[in-house]
């Protein structure tokens, strides 16, 4: 079974700087491609940014590039996401999910077993 474990959450001002960690367990970890969503109230899911089984290649949602950094370890089965100049409206809940479509996608009903979430709180 996949287990997907987000942490690294929390409160910062706006500025400032997290890390997100993703945990997976139950499965051949570099078998998949895996994404970083999120999730604000009232909204939609969307996607945040992604990476290849390998981590040669990336990919980011334009309110992000430049300021984010997706990256994964494949011995020690985690996916990062480094946040710098976090904003205000990048507050939201923070989600891991793994691609279960052949090719890649931006969408969220592509990806599947979704961590329970980190919530990002950026105050101004």
Do not use: H
């Amino acid at each position: 079974q996949v287990q997907l474990v987000e942490s690294g959450g929390g409160l910062v001002q706006a500025g400032g700087s997290l890390r997100l960690s993703c945990a997976a367990s139950g499965w051949i970890f570099n078998t998949y491609s895996m994404a970083w969503f999120r999730q604000a109230p009232g909204k939609e899911r969307e996607f945040v940014g992604g990476i290849n089984r390998s981590g040669s290649t990336t990919d980011y949602a334009v309110s992000v590039k430049g300021r984010f950094t997706i990256s994964r370890d494949n011995a020690k089965k985690t996916v990062y996401l480094q946040m710098n100049s976090l904003k205000p409206e990048d507050t939201a809940v923070y989600y891991c999910a793994v691609q279960t479509g052949g090719t890649w996608s931006r969408r969220a009903d592509d990806f599947g077993s979704w961590g329970q979430g980190t919530q990002v709180t950026v105050s101004s």
